[in-house]
Antibody, heavy 117, light 108 residues
Framework: EVQLVQSGAEVKKSGESLKISCQGS????????IGWVRQMPGKGLEWMGI????????KHSPSFQGHVTISADKSISTAYLQWNSLQASDTAIYYC??????????WGQGALVTVSS | EIVLTQSPGTLSLSPGERATLSCRAS???????LAWYQQKLGQAPRLLIY???SRATGIPDRFSGSGSGTDFTLTISRLEPEDFVVYYC?????????FGQGTKVEIK
């Protein structure tokens, strides 16, 4: 059974750094793109970017380029989303997703990130 | 970037009725690379349809997708109580992948 298990909720202050994780299981992790999707409170879904764990190649949405870093460690089947300096506007639920030829066939449970100013 | 516009924003129907949700793209979506997702309150979205019309594994056949180019439709043939939630379309024909703003299906 394919599963994506994300790290837990985080509460941070503006300016702090954060790295959240997503561990995949039940499939060959290096062979599928893993992505991140943001959902701000009461809002819709936004694609942030993806990484191919096999060679760590990434693609970013222009809206998020330069503000977040996407990485992966294929040896432990885990992808990461990282911020160096959080802003209050980063408060959202972040979902990791397995990309299958462009669409997202499996989703993690989501990680709520709350940033206070 | 391709902008997806979903309509209506909210659809008010009764159980057993047919629901028709629209997703219109600002430019043609190549190869019908269009997906639909369902999101229940407090849960992660779930893939319903990919390739505009292919049902994902385990999705009931009351859900169907159609369309091509710039106009796509998700149809729920007979609404069940658990179908009254939010639906999103997503295009993956042109990077960056983008989502529509969602359609909420509510009980009338």
């Amino acid at each position: 059974e394919v599963q994506l298990v994300q790290s837990g909720a985080e509460v941070k202050k503006s300016g702090e750094s954060l790295k959240i994780s997503c561990q995949g299981s039940g499939y060959t992790f290096p062979n599928y793109w893993i992505g991140w999707v943001r959902q701000m409170p009461g809002k819709g879904l936004e694609w942030m970017g993806i990484i191919y764990p096999g060679d760590s190649k990434t693609k970013h949405s222009p809206s998020f380029q330069g503000h977040v870093t996407i990485s992966a460690d294929k040896s432990i089947s885990t992808a990461y989303l990282q911020w160096n300096s959080l802003q209050a506007s980063d408060t959202a639920i972040y979902y990791c997703v397995r990309e299958n030829n462009g669409y997202f066939d499996y989703w993690g449970q989501g990680a709520l990130v709350t940033v206070s100013s | 970037e391709i902008v997806l516009t979903q309509s209506p924003g909210t659809l008010s129907l009764s159980p057993g009725e047919r629901a028709t949700l629209s997703c219109r793209a600002s430019q043609s979506v190549s190869s019908s690379y269009l997906a639909w997702y369902q999101q229940k309150l407090g849960q992660a979205p779930r893939l319903l349809i990919y390739g505009a019309s292919s049902r994902a594994t385990g999705i009931p056949d009351r859900f169907s997708g159609s369309g091509s180019g710039t106009d796509f439709t998700l149809t729920i043939s007979r609404l069940e109580p658990e179908d009254f939630v939010v639906y999103y379309c997503q295009q993956y024909g042109s990077s960056p992948w983008t989502f529509g703003q969602g359609t909420k299906v509510e009980i009338k």
